[in-house]
């Protein structure tokens, strides 16, 4: 079982993307960082107590899925969308969605274009080997417009292409805009359209048949959001623990039970992923919030406590 | 006499035949072990994870699009016949990319060996930077170098109904119209006529010794009599005219900067390797054959044609061979620049959607194989067909 | 009475045919054609030279810790000072880059030596075939003699790309070898498996043989077994490379003249006696331009790992270029990377050129 | 075992034969190159092979050494058979030199390496014993000088004799020459028959492939004459010269001779 | 002009010259190969070149079809001047046919293309023409049976008997023959100076550097001996062999002729 070869090993194995601000980027020193980095830290820590314990492989888009069939890397934690021929055909399972997105467009502000609907004509890069291509495709077909695809191995070249004005339109998921458009040249002169043209659950995947790690995986992002909701976060987490009188904090936290050894964890996991990674809130703001230069806007994201659709299963 | 041919020590062993023949089924049965070992793992492995294999996603529909498509295609059709597209992609590119390496070449090759001092040091500098370099920075080089010195769309550079820009180079897209026949026929009868002219050449030559400009005149011939039938029908062609819009342009036949950038890495890297196989089967020419030649009053050009080069020809086309090969395979890394190829559209796109590795990839092997099985076919027949004449 | 012969003395030849005149006559205008050529090619240089020199150097900027101190418009090689590191070791940790360079000064000694005619060669490819590795490895990967662990996945940069190259060639070289003595073997099934081999290999992408290494091969494996995607990386690209190897010996071998191996025969050697001790000696060398020749587009081919998301020294300067401090720093980037490349490739024709040389036994007769 | 028999009566009385072809016959393919060779040579006889070109003189003698495969009949080497058993031929070449008409020197090695490679990998010759003896045979075809250049360095008439010293450095019992002085120039030629008359002045058996006929006379216990893969005629030189039995060998002969 | 003064009065009385070497020098680079050459060569002569080796024999009749350039001095054939002009030097080489050493044949092409191929491309002769002229000099050089195979498939006195008609074919009046037997064997030396010994009695123009003193002896006119880059003696035969002037060509003559 995997997490009987994580223990072995000692780490957890993490796919990542070779390079999304925000979600997981390498800085010059090696050390990796981004809401996806920090979907496998938790994991680590609720193994582990440690968050260091795991190690990341950057995989391309092209080839994360096979890098996850084979056995490669543990857990896939790579801004993936769930989908359902995904979750049906290809051996794997999709965990719990950390980060609800959509598909938009970029273009550049002197073309006067103000939403998608313009687009009639356009040239639209992308990256290879997602679903933005489909979605992309789909937009077009249903609104009857007609477009020129030019579909770049790497987001980069991509990216690249689109900067020197060989696309009018740059295109995947917003998160993804967000970020890109802060390696652009001049990121003012670029305007998101408004439109989501696809529904895009992003979700830590890990491969079928082994439910326990499919599990833990799952509840170490429902105990983020569930600390959220709770009002615990990292800075708090070791007071309220040992003060709270709320049974449902004392069992999540392993004060009182050992929720944890049903999932063959420790019976501190929650209170080891929120000292250690925080809660959802805090990983948000942390990594793609107002005050990150990749600013998304919460959102869809939100708790469902406050308009948003991040809703998590109690502890119990 | 028969005592005496008794061979001492014949052991089983020390027979040559025998020594061969049980290493040969050793080989064999470690060949077959570890395939059938690698096999099962993987039908083992397959099962386990639960990933269903087999080709029929080839039927589904793909729903991507695919920039340059040479059929008929859109997103509602199978990833089948967006499989198609992308071999005929690569096809074209590599045999476009086969003619202009070759040309390049070949003039590369000659150019390194002109007594002009500089001519052959501009060559020689040419050769070693193509040569050193990775072939996917000089696609990069070439795609972004190309995009940045190319003007938007509204800025295009115009020549009569030709423009260009950073989308690529539109041209006017012929449009046939009724009467097209009788053009048809002019060309054909201009090729009939051209042949007649090679072959009055020929005999001419056995009677009289006088030559005649042959393929030069026909070359004219053909262009005369199609021209002359074109206008007879009243020139029967529409052109459908490119007009820019308010992103692009509309209409027209248009060339994409990925294709051409591809095209210009491919050819302009292995017109480098080419080069050197010219230069190398040229000098492997013995010295003596061009003296023998001269010696006969033969000039240098006709020396080079009727002397040098058919010799040269044994030598450049092994290693010839293999920089085709190579051009083939290196079209895969068009991907890199959007140039949707097999290994982007089946590797990438398809096997993102699909999850098939093992048939997506094994697929693009075969193609790949096949690609190069027929080439090297092609050029050992042409080959042979050289070395056939020599002996 | 016989009259004395006396040569003549020699005489310095006439101005018209030696000196700088006479060269440039006749390297440069020796016909209609060639003045043509001659002015066309200086234009060519003229358009192209002053350009590139403003570009690279005049106006070039040196220092600096952003993109912003580029200022003087030509390129911003301050971009490529500041990543050097990154880009020459990639994530390896800065106070044990000094393993990566002592390996590498080790190789560059080893191998020069080889120029230096009294040294015995046959000990010295030993000691870089069999002992080299072994203390390169302890070097890079650490983990004993005090040596602090490094892992793979740190590996990056020029290191990984020379590490790839250099491991390839060295590895599938004697495979190569094997391939190659198997093709042309009388015995008919060992023969078909090498030229099965050699040929599949052959006509497939170094692409997708990267990628069944880097995400397919665990799919051929029992369960549980798995290896480090580097060396699965570096089995592929040996596998790769020990083709094209096999098709450089056999070129060698089939150059040697049927004479050597009845010599050898006559003699009364064994095949492999007789393959070790004469014929390989003379087809390697043979075959040593051929033998770069592979080393260079391996060394090239290399940069290929990058789409199994390994960060050699291409992918390290394409991941420095997202740094937001240096946006738009791409073709220096990339410009690096060509001279780089440029350097190394061609410094390895050249030294296989000086090689050739200082290995020729006497001058050629025919 | 006719035809045995006949090679059989050729031997003088009594003497040992140490090289037999019992009704020999080869094909290249279709081509019949050596047709029903009868012969046999004595301890320390010195054979002079001749004819014309292609008459598969060359075949013959590759035929002793085993560098060709006959495909009937049986040659006899020292009393064994030639046939595929690796450790009969590998025994067998061991006590048979042979020359090469292009010497094929290995240019890899040096002179001195040359000559020891196989002492030392086939006889297990201690180095230094198996240098001293090359020493020795470099100083009989007086080029010991040049035991340290390499072959590429030679002139071709000491070539050939560095071929027959490394040839003579098995200590063989029976030296082959496959026209040993048929790419040399006439100067060369001289040197190197020089050192042959000499090896057979000390009772080498020798087998010699060549149209020296000067050789021939002086130093051939018989000399053989083959036309398209038969032997013609087989006599001593000086009933062979002047007396020539077959009207083929007389033709042949005089066009040899007045040239 | 005194050099060419002597270099006329070495002609016979009131006899053309067909090639004038006045005071010709050469250097390959700083080497000075040709030393003032002063010579000159009637219509039909037959003129032998000798001298050791390297002394530049090759060079100077590579000079007269200017295969090599000269740096001072002039060269006449004909009366033309073999200077850089292209004219001149294609229409003496219509008139200069040259054998080579080593053949030289065209191996892509058969035997009647090598021959008809100047014919048909330089002279414009028809094509059917052209063959059966080569046909005829086939027939002179005894292979008319072989024209229609490569030469590859022909032995080497074969071979250098259909160089000398590839010659002839362009009906030269001048052959130039650069050691042409010195690649063969002796059978086949034997064939090739059989058709040069025709020629030179049929009157052709002829230049022959070859060692064959035999064939110098019977054929020439005049023996030419060279040492390094200058004509040390030109003389004819009997003089030259009986009588030799200098000590050089005395001592090249012991040599040659004691083998
Ligand atoms: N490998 C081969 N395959 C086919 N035929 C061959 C082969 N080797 C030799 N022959 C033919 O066999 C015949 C005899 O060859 P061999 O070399 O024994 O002749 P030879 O008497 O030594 O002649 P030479 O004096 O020219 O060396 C020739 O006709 C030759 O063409
Ligand atoms: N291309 C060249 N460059 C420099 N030196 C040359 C060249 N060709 C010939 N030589 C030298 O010029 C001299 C004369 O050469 P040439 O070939 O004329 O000699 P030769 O008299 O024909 O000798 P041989 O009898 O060996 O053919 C030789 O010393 C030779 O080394
Ligand atoms: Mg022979
Ligand atoms: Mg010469």
Redesign the interface.
Known sequence: ATLDDVKAKGFVQCGVSSGVPGFSNADDKGNWSGIDVDACRAVASAIFGDGQKAKFTPLSAKERLTALQSGEIDVLTRNTTWTYTRDASLGLDFTAVNFYDGQGFMVRKDLGVTTAMDLDGATVCTEQGTTTELNMADFFRKNKLSYVPVVVQKADEALAAYDSGRCDVYTTDKSGLAAHRTKLADPKAHLILPETISKEPLAPVVRHGDNQWKDIVTWALHVQVNAEEMGISSKNVAKIKSETNDPSIKRMLGVEGDMGAQLGLPASWAYDIIANVGNYGEIFERNVGPSTPVDIPRGLNALWTEGGVMYAPPVR | MSDNTTPNNNSFLHDAGNRAMIFQVLLLAVVVFVGYYLFSNLQANLDNRGISTGFSFFNEPAGFPILIHLIEYTEANTYGRAFFVALINTIVISLLGIVLATIIGVIMGLARLSKNWLVARLATIYIEVMRNIPLLLQMFFWYFAVLAALPAPAQSYEFADFLLNKRGIYSPNPMIQDGFGLVVFGFILSIVASIGLVIWAKKRQTKTGLWFPAYWSSLGLIIGITFLFLAVAGFPIEFDLPQKSRFNVTGGMVLPPEFVAVLVALSTYTGAFIAEIVRAGILSVNWGQTEAARSLGLRDNLTQRLIVLPQALRVIIPPLTSQYLNLAKNSSLGAAIAYPELVAVVMGTTLNQTGQAIETIGLCMLVYGSLSLSISIFMNWYNSKMSLIER | MAIIFKPLPDLPPPSTSVGAVAWVRQNLFSSPLNVFLTLFSAYLLYLLVPPIVSWAFINATWEGTSKAACTGGGACWAFVSVYFDQFMYGLYPEKETWRINLAVILLIVMVGAFAIKTINKLYLSVAIIFVYPIVAYCLFAGGVFGLEAVETSLWGGLFLTVLLGVVGIVASFPLGVLLALGRRSDMPIAKSVCVVFIETIRAVPLITILFMASVMIPLFLPDGINFNKLLRVLIGIILFSSAYMAEVVRGGLQAIPKGQYEAADAMGLTYWQSMILVVLPQALKLVIPGIVNSFISLFKDTTLVYIVGMFDFLGRIQAANHDSNWLGTTIEGYAFAALIYFIICFGMSRYSMALERKLETGHKRN | ?TN?NMARAQLAQGEEAIIEF?DVNKWYGDFHVLKNINFSIKKGERIVVCGP?GSGKSTMI?CI?R?EEHQKG?I?VD???M????????AI??D???V?Q?F?????L?ILENLT??PI??RKTPKKQAEEMAMHYLERVKIANQAL?????LSGGQQQRVAIA?GLC?QPRIMLFDEPT?ALD??MI?EVLDVMVQLAEEGMTMVCVT?EMGFAKTVADRVVFMDAGEIVEANEPHEFFDNPQHDRTQMFLS??LN?
């Open positions: 075992m045995t019992n070109s590759r050494n560098l049986a006899l009393g064994v058979e046939n595929n058993n690796l450790k009969n031929i590998e070449r061991k048979v030199g042979m090469f292009h094929n020197l290995f240019p890899h040096s490679l196989a990998w086939v250049k390499f072959p590429g360095q490394r098995m048929s006439p100067e001289k149209h066009q040899i040239h």
